[in-house]
């Protein structure tokens, strides 16, 4: 089965030359149910060529800290071995792509070069400047979305209810099952077969150390599937009920791997489809796994100011520019909120679980960043901080998710105007009161306190 054409778009065109086919393997960092890596094998066994795989590591990459390198890399040290029982090389480049690839390419004669789909400002702009560099054919294979991005819509939509009806209308065509990897046949054996030195490399990265790894969820392809099949055993059939209270465990904690892709979507999709949980779990959490999170990457794909107030609609601009001048009832510099400081228990529980687990609960995420606009003195002061601190402490972080759910929750994108208020204007309300109708705060401090 070849991967569909659909998935498939033209970095760069030129004649294909002799030489092993490349897979720059940048988001969707596992070796099973990757469109990318099976696009790029496709094309290595017609021209009977090696296949070889390439990671380029980015120190710093928009901040991040050894806690999600420590996640990525001890990811990426699966892939090694799962790629060398498949003859496949994996190389670790460290450096800019657009620095390092091309040296690669020219020292392995590389023929094609093939990676995954990234719609993040900076992988983008890392492709753009490699289609310089280079004078071989370069692909992009979207390995990340069940209904290609590219080819779901060719503009931003307004709202998920938009984008909806074209993922109704093309889900059966596109959620379909995966051809397994085969075993590469040994064309010639690419001498560099290079062994990393994960430990040394987690050791001597220069990133920041401030902010610890985490333990609770153990990090790799191996592992995702493991958490993927205990949460469609034990918390999927109660998702609908449960996944908006906080003090309940009804979230799926699989984000961490859809971020650094250990875990395909599709293959998450596919799953709740087959399993005999209750249907209406079922279709909330298809309805957030593939709108919400294809709706986030349409978002950035096609809004370069997707972390910016320049991005949001026009009448969510207006709105917040009328309120700016608005008094602030209370008001916290960064330290403040970083350290949990606010004068609001809830707030600040919400803030103390993303930095001690990495992960705050999703519900509590539109409130975390709410309470930001409303506690700062400019709304591009509330971007700007509520960006740092997700990306700095969440595991899953740095991803079209964040940059959406936040311009949803100070932006109001994919939403629509509410009644009108301080400061807010007419962007959706949240507040304290709100959550204690909703469910137990007091649980949830108490969980987050013992956690
Ligand atoms: P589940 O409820 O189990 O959902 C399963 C999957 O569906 C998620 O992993 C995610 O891929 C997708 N999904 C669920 N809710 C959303 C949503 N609202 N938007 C897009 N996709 C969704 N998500 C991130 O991956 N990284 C972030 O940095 C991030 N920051 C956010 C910041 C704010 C202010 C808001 C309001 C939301 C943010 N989200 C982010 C979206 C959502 O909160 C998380 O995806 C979800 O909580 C992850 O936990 P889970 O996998 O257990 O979720
Ligand atoms: N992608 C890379 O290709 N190289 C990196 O060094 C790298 C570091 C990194 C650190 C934290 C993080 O959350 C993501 C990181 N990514 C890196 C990008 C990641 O794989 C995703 O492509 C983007 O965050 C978009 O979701």
Not at 86 to 97: E, K, Q, R, S
Not at 205 to 232: T, Y
Not at 257 to 281: D, I, K
Not at 363 to 381: C, H, N, Q
Request: glycine share 6%; charged share 25%.
């Amino acid at each position: 089965m070849a991967t569909d054409s659909r998935r498939i778009y033209i970095l760069k065109s030129a004649e294909p030359q002799p030489g092993p086919v490349v897979y720059w393997m940048q988001r969707d960092q596992r070796t099973t149910d990757n469109w990318a890596l099976l696009y790029a094998q496709e094309q290595a066994l017609a021209m009977k060529q090696p296949l070889m795989v390439v990671f380029c590591l980015v120190p710093g990459f928009l901040g991040a800290t050894i806690r999600q390198y420590g996640f990525m890399l001890r990811g990426l040290a699966l892939v090694e071995r799962k790629l060398a029982k498949l003859h496949i090389p994996f190389n670790l480049l460290i450096g800019l792509p657009q620095d390092v690839i091309p040296r690669f390419l020219v020292e392995n004669d590389a023929g094609m070069l093939v990676t995954d789909f990234n719609p993040v400002k900076g992988p983008m702009e890392w492709r753009r400047r490699l289609t310089e560099h280079i004078v071989i054919p370069f692909f992009e294979v979207d390995a990340h979305n069940i209904i290609p991005c590219r080819y779901i819509s060719d503009k931003q939509e307004y709202a998920a209810f938009t984008l909806r009806k074209k993922v109704e209308r093309l889900l059966p065509e596109f959620l379909t099952e995966f051809p397994s990897v085969l075993k590469h046949p040994d064309f010639f054996k690419p001498d560099v077969v290079q062994r990393v030195d994960w430990n040394e490399l987690l050791k001597s990265l220069p990133v920041k150390r401030e902010v610890p790894e985490v333990d609770w969820l153990l990090p790799g392809e191996l592992e995702a599937c493991a958490a993927m099949v205990q949460f469609l055993g034990e918390r999927l059939d109660k998702y609908d009920t449960d996944r908006n209270f906080p003090d309940r465990s009804g979230q799926s904690n699989l984000s961490p791997y859809l971020h650094f892709g250990h875990l395909s979507a599709q293959r998450l999709a596919l799953e709740v489809q087959r399993s005999s949980a209750n249907p209406a779990s079922k279709k909330a959490f298809l309805e957030e796994l593939i709108v919400r999170r294809e709706l986030a990457d349409n978002f950035c794909l096609y809004n370069p100011n997707y972390d910016r107030l320049i991005g949001f609609q026009p009448w969510a601009k207006a709105t917040l520019n009328k309120h700016r001048n608005d008094p602030r009832e209370y008001g916290y510099s960064l330290e403040e909120f970083e350290e949990g400081k606010t004068h609001d228990p809830l707030w600040n529980a919400a803030q103390h679980e993303m930095v001690k687990k990495g992960k705050m609960h999703g519900f509590m995420r539109m409130y975390w960043a709410k309470k930001i606009l409303e506690w700062t003195v400019s709304p591009e002061e509330a971007l700007e901080i509520a960006l740092y601190l997700n990306d700095k402490y969440q595991l899953d972080g740095r991803d079209p998710n964040g940059y959406a759910g936040i311009a949803w929750s100070i932006g109001g994108v994919h939403d629509r105007p509410w009644g009108e208020r301080k400061v807010f204007g007419m962007i959706r309300y949240m507040n304290y009161q709100g959550c204690k109708r909703k469910f137990n705060i007091d649980n949830y401090i108490r969980n987050v306190s013992k956690s």
